[in-house]
C-alpha cells in the first residue's frame, strides 16, 4: 500500500507523533480521492430517521455490510420513503466520519434495485427524440395570457388533481376546469394518457391541459416515460403544461411538453394567472392611467393659461388699427398734396421750355395727312387681295367637304373595328358594317366579298 503523502510528511521526524484526529482526516481524504462516485447495491438494514431529517442505515449483502447516511438535503429530493429490507442503488462517496472513526458512504441519490435498466431505456429514448427535434424549442408554444378555460389529463383519484383543483380555485375561480381522466400508472397507462390528450386536443375545448402526476420512482412515473405519450402531446393542438412528480423527477413527457413545472401545484399556478394579482395589476393600471390623465389636464390648463395672457381682447386691436389706419391717413394726404405741389410745379416749368422750344407743326400735319392717304389705300389693296384669297380657298375646302361628297350621293363605310373602310380585303361575311350617308347612318351585314373589278 503506497504512503500518504501529507501522513509522512507529518511523519518524517523520527520522534513525530500524530493525533487520532488528524490520522482520521488524512484517510477521510484518501479515501474521497481514491474512489470516485459510484453506484452501490445492496439491502436497506438498521434504518434511522433521525429528527434532523437526516436517515442512516446500512447496506448489505449475503457477505458485508457497510453505514451508510442521506443528509436531509438529499433525502427531501428522494421521492419515496426508504424502508427496511428494500433493495436499492444508491450513488454514493466513499468517505470516513471522522469523529469516530468509522468507514460510511454518503448517499446522493437513490433507486430501487432494477431501475437502471428503466433510466437506461428512458436516456436512450430521450437522446433519439432529441435528434429528431421532438424537444426543439422552436416548437414550444406560448401559453395564454388570460385562460378561460383548462384542461386537466389525469387520474381522478390523484392527489395531485386535488392540489391542481385548490390551487385553481385560490387563484382562479372564474376559469373553467375539464378533467380528461386517465390511469396514470400500471400497464396500458401510457396508451390510455395519449388517447386522453388526442381526445382534449379533438374537443377543442380548452384553452390549455395540464398534464399532472404526483411523485414516485422511476417505475411509477414509467407511463410518462412513454414515446406514444411524448408524441401525443407534440401533436396536440394545445398548449400543454407538464407538473410530474417532485422538482427532481424529469421524464419524457416533461421534455415534450410546452412548459415543464416542477409539481402539479406549480403547473396550476403556471397555467392560470392570479386573479387577485391580476385585479391588483388593473388598479395599479388605473391609477397610472388617472395620475397620466390628471398630468395631461393640468399641463392643458396651463397651456390655456399661457395662451389665455397672449390673447388680447378685439376692441384693443381694433383700437390699434384704427389708430395707425388715421396715422396712415394722414401721411397719405401730406404725400398727396406734397407731390401735387411737386408736379405742378414741374409742370409749370415744362410749359414754360415748351414755349421756348415749340416747333412749327402745319408741314408735319400735311405729311402726316398724306402718309394717313397712303396707309389707308395700301390697307384697302391688302383687304381686297386678302378677300380672294380667302374666297379661294373657301372654293377648294367647299370641293374636299366629306359632306359634299355625301350629298352627290356617295357613303362612308365602317367595319365592326371602326375602320373607314377603302378595301374589299377589310371586310369578311357576316361582318357587320355601318353606311354612313348625307343624312343619317344605316347598319348593314356583309354578303360577300370580291375583288375590285373596274373592267366588269
Known sequence: ???????????????????????????????????????????????????????????????????????????????????????????????????????QLNIEAARRAGQGNLYESFLRLKERLAREGLFDSALKRSLPAFPQRI?????????????????????????????????????????????????????????LLILCRGGGSLEDLQAFNDETVARAIRACPLPIVSGIGHETDFTIADFAA??????????????????????????????????QATQAFNQRAQQLDWLGRRLQHPGQSLARQREALHNLRRRLAAGLLLGSTRARGALASLEHRLHHHRPDLAPQRLRLQSLASQLERAGRQTLDGTAAELGR????????????????????????????????????????????????????????????????
Open 1 to 103: 500500500m503506497e504512503d500518504f503523502p501529507s501522513a509522512r510528511a507529518t511523519c518524517d521526524p523520527p520522534a513525530a507523533v500524530i493525533p487520532v484526529s488528524l490520522l482520521n482526516r488524512l484517510a477521510r481524504e484518501r479515501l474521497e480521492a481514491a474512489f470516485p462516485l459510484c453506484w452501490v447495491a445492496g439491502e436497506v438494514s438498521n434504518l434511522s430517521y433521525a429528527a434532523s431529517g437526516h436517515v442512516y442505515f446500512s447496506l448489505k449483502d449475503s457477505a458485508a455490510q457497510v453505514r451508510c447516511v442521506m443528509f436531509r438535503n438529499r433525502a427531501q429530493l428522494l421521492g419515496w420513503r426508504l424502508e427496511n429490507g428494500q433493495h436499492i442503488e444508491a450513488r454514493v462517496l466513499v468517505t470516513l466520519y471522522e469523529a469516530r472513526g468509522d468507514f
Open 393 to 456: 380657298l373657301h372654293a377648294c375646302l367647299s370641293q374636299l367637304d366629306p359632306r359634299a361628297v355625301l350629298a352627290r350621293g356617295y357613303s362612308i363605310v365602317t367595319n365592326g373595328r371602326q375602320q373607314i373602310v377603302h378595301a374589299s380585303s377589310m371586310l369578311e361575311p357576316g361582318e357587320e358594317i355601318a353606311v354612313f350617308l348625307h343624312d343619317g347612318r344605316a347598319d348593314a351585314m356583309v354578303l360577300a366579298v370580291s375583288a375590285d373589278d373596274r373592267g366588269s
Open 258 to 291: 410546452d412548459r415543464r413545472a416542477a409539481t402539479p401545484t406549480a403547473a396550476a399556478e403556471m397555467a392560470a394567472p392570479e386573479r387577485s394579482a391580476l385585479l391588483a395589476r388593473l388598479f395599479a393600471d388605473h391609477l397610472a392611467l388617472r395620475r
Open 151 to 207: 384542461g386537466i389529463v389525469t387520474s381522478p383519484q390523484a392527489a395531485a388533481l386535488r392540489d391542481v383543483l385548490s390551487t385553481l380555485g385560490r387563484r382562479a375561480a372564474h376559469v373553467g376546469i375539464v378533467v380528461y381522466p386517465t390511469p396514470v400508472q400500471g400497464d396500458g397507462a401510457a396508451a390510455l394518457i395519449a388517447a386522453a390528450i388526442r381526445t382534449a386536443g379533438e374537443r377543442d375545448e380548452c384553452d
